[in-house]
């Protein structure tokens, strides 16, 4: 991972190889397009919280390089507009939850200059946000002109095989296995968002570490009534 000029190291499994793409198959080939520089002009990815829209805005990030910028709201919003600063010198941003800060009048005046910039730079947005930009409540018209322009895609949030199929892919990339028992054991005694079981499994993945045991449900029942 390249570490961007923002104060902000991407996660390590936030790649394309460890997102299940079920359901979602175009939209994860059309960022990939992006990432490489080969499609269009960006895009505007939206869905539930936990259906994978930081995962794959970093993954995008990730493929580019340094010609990236990955910018979350959630954790820069308090920081104010200088982190737009400068962000139209590289070939592709990332502005993750941008619905965060639609409606305020000064953020949707910078995101207008920045979209702007953008263009006149011929570079690509990638957008995400928690709703359809039709639903989104901005308020700048020349910005939701700007914003319209960019392909739609909704973010598929997955069902119970599929979820276990997602836990099993990110164990691979982490050089874990984990069968199909422990992965439905898992499933009936967690929060059933992708969230919560990735950093599931990321504590057990250092608890099986630790204790060089394998993911059986007699292991992964220990570790949850330790930590219940």
């Known amino acids: 991972m390249s570490q961007l000029a923002l104060p902000l190291q991407l996660a390590d499994h936030a790649v394309f190889a460890s997102f299940l793409d079920q359901g979602n198959e175009t939209l ?18 939206w869905g539930a919280a936990s259906s994978g829209k930081t995962h794959l805005l970093q993954a995008v990030c990730d493929l580019a390089g340094d010609r990236a910028a990955y ?13 737009l600063d400068g962000l139209a010198t590289r070939e592709l941003i990332c502005i993750d939850d941008i619905n965060l800060v639609v409606g305020q009048s000064a953020w949707e005046t910078a ?25 989104c409540a901005i308020k700048l018209p020349d910005l939701q002109s700007r914003l319209a322009r960019l392909p739609v895609f909704q973010v598929h949030s997955l069902d119970d095989d599929a979820r276990v199929s997602a836990l099993q892919l990110r164990s691979r990339h982490r050089g874990l296995e984990l069968p199909d028992d422990t992965a439905n054991y898992l499933l009936k005694r967690s929060r059933r968002d992708m969230t919560s ?4 499994l990321d504590r057990l993945d250092k608890e099986a ?5 394998r993911l059986t449900i007699p292991f992964v029942r220990s570790v949850l009534e330790v930590g219940s």
């Open 28 to 45: 994860v080939a059309t960022l990939s397009d992006i990432a490489s520089g080969q499609e269009g002009y960006g895009c505007w990815l």
């Open 197 to 200: 079981l990735y950093e599931l």
């Open 111 to 135: 995101l207008f200059e920045l979209c702007n910039q953008v263009i006149d730079a011929d570079a690509r947005l990638v957008v995400s946000a928690d709703s359809a930009p039709r639903e």
């Open 71 to 83: 910018v979350p709201l959630s954790f820069f919003q308090g920081a104010g507009l200088r982190i």
């Open 209 to 213: 570490l630790r204790a060089k045991r």
